[in-house]
């Protein structure tokens, strides 16, 4: 694997990189006119709930983009994941007369529970069009059956679309299939989506979870509380003990999010089972080897005397990280993007963790974040996509697998 180089080192010969495409009028003009269906696609996406974990949703999800992929030509394989996650990942093959093969990358589950939709119907509103998992990540999904339109068979040697379905929760049934879909390929192309002003994700963050068990022992609250041990006073420990492990932005991200007991709690019973979850986000294996060292240093010794803490740091999914050959990508990008007369920032890193993770581990060149920008991701009512921005994206995707294609 060629070896990162320190990113600030990196954006700036990024930014240096010479900007070598050159627009071409006809597939602008193509684009363009082809902004309106995308906008019916993402009402179609939209209107199909697919959570994670919703097999319903996932199966007529699905179907919708296969539907669309044979209708283009594409040979259509429905590959199930680990049994740990419903919904089969839809594999997408066009074969061409290039010379690079590339897969596209992108995922359909969405963090919204079924009855999202009905409090946040798909609307457009001020140039923007809303509705659950838009941005994050059907946007993408639209991006690339559209982009694909925009193609000739001579623009590229072939093409793997992979949709997938359990992104949300860390890619834990498809991670692996993803890599061995990435591998051997010349570049992966990931769509998730993007900010406004634009940017372009250099890194993206390794998703982890910590799982704290907090087990004490059981007794009257009010008649004898000095004969039990309460778990949820060790739990403020914890939470107090390992608070300063969150490094702010662009650095290690750690937090306590989920609490929970086992039984149901009750009020007059001192608890003996409490359950912390917290979300770790890094950037390197040696970051995450050092946090686990740490905070099993500081809760190897529960402050109450007789509890005990079950501690848990389990890898996700791994970071991505912009090798030399990704950085090449990104500056074609740039180039691409600046002859339409709009500039594209860079992003460090994302504090969100992607896909990116699983193509980087076959060793090929990645680039992130050429779906949509948006705003909301994850917030039901508040998540939209610019359509103002529609047509450049589109080119972009497109004239960008045309120069990688051939």
């Known amino acids: 694997m060629t070896k990162p180089i320190h990113h600030l080192a990196a954006i700036a010969a990024i930014l240096a990189a010479p900007a070598t495409a050159k627009i071409d009028p006809t597939l602008l003009k193509a684009a363009t006119a082809e902004a309106p269906a995308v906008t019916k696609t ?11 974990g919703d097999a319903e949703g996932m199966a007529a999800l699905g179907t919708l983009i296969e539907t669309a992929l044979k209708a283009q030509g594409a040979k259509v394989e429905r ?3 680990l049994p740990i996650s419903k919904g089969d990942i839809i594999v997408g093959r066009l074969t061409g007369t290039g010379r690079k093969n590339l897969l596209l990358l992108s995922h359909m589950d969405t963090v919204y529970q079924r009855g999202a939709l009905a409090k946040a119907p798909f609307r ?10 838009i941005a994050d990540d059907k946007g993408g999904i639209a991006v690339i059956l559209h982009a694909l339109k925009l193609l000739k068979p001579a623009d590229y040697g072939s093409l793997t679309i992979v949709i997938n379905t359990d992104e949300e929760k860390g ?5 692996a299939i993803i890599t061995e879909l990435a591998r051997g390929k010349d570049a992966v192309l990931s769509f998730e989506p993007t900010t406004m002003p634009e940017q372009l994700w250099r890194a993206t963050s390794g998703t982890n979870t910590v799982t704290a068990v907090i087990k004490g022992k059981a007794s009257h609250a009010g008649a004898a509380p000095e004969q039990g041990i309460n778990a949820l006073v060790e739990a ?16 290690l991200r750690f937090n306590w999010t989920v609490i929970g007991q086992s039984p149901a709690g009750v009020r007059n019973i001192i608890p003996d089972n409490i359950t912390l979850v917290g979300d770790l986000r890094t950037s390197t294996t040696a970051q995450f080897d050092t946090f686990k060292a740490e ?4 809760l190897a010794k529960p402050s109450l005397p007789g509890a005990e803490i079950q501690l848990e740091v389990r890898v996700n999914r791994p970071p991505f990280t912009a090798t030399h050959a990704s950085d090449a990508l990104i500056a074609r990008a740039r180039a691409i993007y600046a002859d339409l007369g709009h500039p594209l920032e860079i992003e460090p890193r994302s504090g969100g963790g992607t896909d990116a993770g699983y193509a980087a581990l076959a060793n090929v060149p990645v680039i992130e974040s050429l779906g949509l920008p ?10 939209y996509v610019f359509l103002e921005a529609v047509p450049r994206r589109l080119y972009l995707a497109a004239e960008l ?5 051939k």
């Open 236 to 251: 403020a420990h914890v939470i107090e003990a390992t608070r300063d492990l969150d490094q702010g932005p662009g650095k």
């Open 374 to 383: 948006g705003y909301g991701y994850h917030t039901g009512a508040a998540e």
């Open 124 to 133: 457009i509103e001020g140039g923007k069009a809303y509705g659950p998992g």
């Open 295 to 298: 905070i099993t240093r500081r």
């Open 401 to 405: 697998i045309r120069q990688l294609g």
């Open 171 to 175: 890619s834990l049934g498809s991670g």
């Open 42 to 52: 993402l009402e179609s996406l939209v209107n199909i709930e697919s959570g994670t």
């Open 79 to 81: 590959v199930a994941p």
